[in-house]
T-cell receptor, first 114, second 113 residues
């Protein structure tokens, strides 16, 4: 069965610290997709990244980076030099190739203090 | 601009009333979804629809109903049978299954008074 685990319920950091949000997933499929979404206080979920199961290359986008490791079934998200605007709830999600649904983790609330 | 519009942003319901939450998309997406989010919790799937005039129950469909008469629209009715309807409701759409991820609306916050 599909499952996404975000063990960190809440993380607090001071501005400019680096922070890593963990995501561990379970799936029986060899073809699947992983996602990260950001939910700011306004409520709307904002897409951050999509990664398919055949592409284990790490990705960097500005201060954001993602580390995909199939060996440990993890898809961790790192924010470098965090800013107050990064404060939000972050969700990791999984979709298998032949299903209609995204399975979401329970989310990690990140608070960045000035 | 393409996107998903949810209305209203805030909704208040008296106990025993049915209320309908609107969700419209102009992305030409085939699939649409409704999620419920409670404070401090993740997203739980209520209903989803892959094509017009067809929809499936999600994990917490009891007390809710939907329709999909047009590709662009997927309204959610919260019925009086839903015992604890106060929550944040998010609508989403996707191009094809879940492989490309979802685009989300800005949500409707429903409160029972």
């Amino acid at each position: 069965a599909q499952k996404v685990t975000q063990a960190q319920t809440e993380i607090s950091v001071v501005e400019k610290e680096d922070v890593t949000l963990d995501c561990v997933y379970e799936t029986r499929d060899t073809t699947y997709y992983l996602f990260w979404y950001k939910q700011p206080p306004s409520g709307e979920l904002v897409f951050l990244i999509r990664r398919n199961s055949f592409d284990e290359q790490n990705e960097i986008s500005g201060r954001y980076s993602w580390n995909f490791q199939k060996s440990t079934s993890s898809f961790n998200f790192t924010i470098t030099a965090s800013q107050v605007v990064d404060s939000a709830v972050y969700f990791c999600a999984l979709s298998e190739a032949d299903t209609d649904k995204l399975i979401f983790g329970t989310g990690t609330r990140l608070q960045v203090f000035p | 601009d393409g996107g998903i519009t949810q209305s209203p942003k805030y909704l208040f319901r008296k106990e025993g009333q049915n209320v309908t939450l609107s969700c419209e998309q102009n992305l030409n997406h085939d699939a649409m979804y409704w999620y419920r989010q409670d404070p401090g919790q993740g997203l739980r799937l209520i209903y989803y629809s892959q094509i017009v005039n067809d929809f499936q129950k999600g994990d917490i469909a009891e007390g809710y109903s939907v329709s999909r008469e047009k590709k662009e629209s997927f309204p959610l009715t919260v019925t009086s049978a839903q015992k604890n309807p106060t929550a944040f409701y998010l609508c989403a759409s996707s191009m094809w299954q879940g492989a490309f991820g979802y685009t989300f609306g800005s949500g409707t916050r429903l409160t029972v008074v």
